[in-house]
């Protein structure tokens, strides 16, 4: 009966979003126009996104928001509305499997919230930064963000497995830890999934190189700050694909010039074999690129698998954030070159 | 059970299994043809061309099922 369960419905529910995600990826803007996007001032950009899929958000919020708040605005909106749209024509494991990874926005959106009560930033900019599309919908984050104090947030949260984070929190653990405790969570929630079938063995795999990624960038980024290894540990995610706790924390040991020749034999390795003397910023963007192209060539391989719709998701993410910087580099005149330097283009 | 019975089961196995295999086919190129025409209505065509493809295999099994009965 299993059998027969199978074969009538795994390839379809397969079929059916991974067809939508791969016609959605060609909406995607192309990388070539992101060079014409280059040379556009901050409203020009605004009226490229209104001739693109972003319109209806622009059009939407034009008449309250203009310039970079509109295009920041904008694309928050149009990336929940993206991710929603994914968990809306999905069901069955694909359903399942994209809801877990939306999740992080939860999380997102929770670290943002407390934030912004923190350090008391206006309520318009923190909801700027809210992308909507895990389990909590817009309704929930208004009442939360009404909130008078951080501990009536956490309240909210009682009897949830991450409640005991969000206690720590109150009872005075810095806002950093809290966050890298989070991320922890999180992700030890996706790794402690049991590779099961086939397709729950592919999100792992994604999941767990994600970690890694997560964990050797901030390796470098706290070393090139000289941070001592003491520091570093609390950090690394564990669950990493090649990059597991004891290897990271080996190489959290060493000086920055032997960790950067160790890095040979890792996967990632080839994103900076040719560029270990540049400055950091620009490693993080070789990090993300190759992440990005390793994931779509992956997701050519196994056409049925949920690696396409992550392609997808990780894709829309990058298209979001390299608009994000153009928008706000514009804004801030920075020089072209700077701006180009700082782009994920895939 | 006379041969003539056997044949008219025959036939009709050529012809069922067929459909259930062409069935099997089509559920996922359907279900494709559908999620990308949802995204996009200029794949319709492409779409249908695609899903009626594995109609031939239900061709082949009414050939046989025809050449069972009639020859």
């Given at each position: 009966?299993?059998?027969?369960?199978?074969?009538?419905t795994?390839?379809?529910?397969?079929?059916?979003?991974?067809?939508?995600?791969?016609?959605?990826?060609?909406?995607?803007?192309?990388?070539?126009?992101?060079?014409?996007?280059?040379?556009?001032?901050?409203?020009?950009?605004?009226?490229?996104?209104?001739?693109?899929?972003?319109?209806r958000?622009?059009?939407?919020?034009?008449?309250?928001?203009?310039?970079?708040?509109?295009?920041d605005?904008?694309?928050?909106?149009?990336?929940?509305?993206?991710?929603?749209?994914?968990?809306?024509?999905?069901?069955?494991?694909?359903?399942?499997?994209?809801?877990?990874?939306?999740?992080?926005?939860?999380?997102?959106?929770?670290?943002?919230?407390?934030?912004?009560?923190?350090?008391?930033?206006?309520?318009?900019?923190?909801e700027?930064?809210?992308?909507?599309?895990?389990?909590?919908?817009?309704?929930?984050?208004r009442?939360?963000?009404?909130k008078?104090?951080?501990?009536?947030?956490?309240k909210?949260?009682?009897?949830?497995?991450?409640?005991?984070?969000?206690?720590?929190?109150?009872?005075?653990?810095?806002?950093?830890?809290?966050?890298?405790?989070?991320?922890?969570?999180?992700?030890?929630?996706?790794?402690?999934?049991?590779?099961?079938?086939?397709d729950m063995?592919?999100?792992?795999?994604?999941?767990?190189?994600?970690?890694?990624?997560?964990?050797?960038?901030?390796?470098?980024?706290?070393?090139?700050?000289?941070?001592?290894?003491?520091?570093?540990?609390?950090?690394?995610?564990?669950g990493?694909?090649?990059?597991?706790?004891?290897?990271?924390?080996r190489?959290?040991?060493?000086?920055?010039?032997e960790?950067?020749?160790?890095?040979?034999?890792?996967?990632?390795?080839?994103?900076?074999?040719?560029?270990?003397r540049?400055?950091?910023?620009?490693?993080?963007?070789?990090?993300?690129?190759?992440?990005?192209?390793?994931?779509?060539?992956?997701?050519?391989?196994?056409?049925?698998s949920?690696?396409?719709?992550?392609?997808?998701?990780?894709?829309?993410?990058?298209?979001?954030?390299?608009?994000?910087?153009?928008?706000?580099?514009?804004?801030?005149?920075?020089?072209?070159?700077?701006?180009?330097?700082?782009?994920?283009?895939? | 059970?006379?041969?003539?019975?056997?044949?008219?089961?025959?036939?009709?196995?050529?012809?069922?299994?067929?459909?259930?295999?062409?069935?099997?086919?089509?559920?996922?190129?359907?279900?494709?043809?559908?999620?990308?025409?949802?995204?996009?209505?200029?794949f319709?065509?492409?779409?249908?061309?695609?899903?009626?493809?594995?109609?031939?295999?239900?061709?082949?099994?009414?050939?046989?099922?025809?050449?069972?009965?009639f020859?």
């Open positions: 009966m299993a059998l027969l369960r199978r074969i009538s795994k390839p379809a529910e397969w079929a059916y979003i991974v067809a939508r995600v791969r016609v959605m990826s060609r909406k995607l803007i192309p990388r070539e126009d992101y060079n014409k996007l280059l040379n556009m001032d901050i409203h020009e950009i605004a009226r490229y996104l209104e001739e693109s899929e972003y319109k958000e622009i059009d939407e919020l034009a008449y309250k928001y203009s310039g970079m708040d509109l295009v605005y904008a694309l928050s909106l149009n990336l929940s509305r993206t991710y929603s749209k994914l968990i809306r024509i999905s069901k069955g494991v694909p359903r399942q499997l994209i809801v877990q990874y939306l999740r992080r926005y939860d999380f997102w959106n929770l670290k943002n919230i407390i934030r912004g009560k923190m350090f008391g930033f206006p309520r318009e900019e923190v700027a930064t809210l992308v909507i599309a895990g389990e909590y919908d817009e309704q929930f984050y009442a939360l963000m009404a008078e104090t951080i501990e009536d947030i956490v909210t949260f009682e009897g949830k497995p991450f409640y005991p984070i969000l206690d720590k929190l109150v009872k005075a653990c810095p806002l950093a830890e809290f966050e890298d405790e989070l991320d922890k969570f999180y992700y030890q929630s996706l790794t402690s999934i049991s590779p099961e079938t086939i063995k592919y999100f792992l795999e994604f999941i767990r190189m994600e970690i890694d990624i997560k964990n050797i960038k901030t390796i470098l980024r706290l070393k090139t700050e000289g941070a001592e290894m003491d520091e570093i540990v609390p950090k690394i995610v564990p990493g694909y090649q990059l597991k706790e004891d290897v990271a924390r190489l959290a040991a060493m000086e920055l010039d960790l950067m020749k160790s890095l040979e034999g890792f996967w990632f390795h080839e994103a900076i074999k040719d560029v270990l540049e400055p950091l910023s620009r490693i993080e963007v070789y990090f993300d690129r190759m992440w990005a192209q390793k994931v779509v060539s992956k997701s050519h391989h196994f056409p049925l949920i690696l396409p719709v992550l392609s997808y998701m990780l894709l829309k993410k990058i298209e979001v954030d390299n608009l994000r910087i153009l928008a706000r580099g514009k804004a801030e005149g920075l020089p072209t070159e700077a701006i180009k330097e700082q782009l994920v283009i895939v | 059970m006379p041969v003539e019975g056997l044949v008219a089961i025959g036939a009709g196995l050529a012809v069922g299994l067929a459909g259930i295999g062409a069935g099997l086919g089509e559920q996922a190129i359907g279900a494709a043809a559908v999620g990308a025409m949802a995204e996009d209505p200029e319709f065509g492409k779409g249908l061309l695609m899903t009626v493809i594995p109609e031939t295999i239900v061709i082949f099994g009414l050939v046989v099922a025809f050449l069972l009965m020859i």
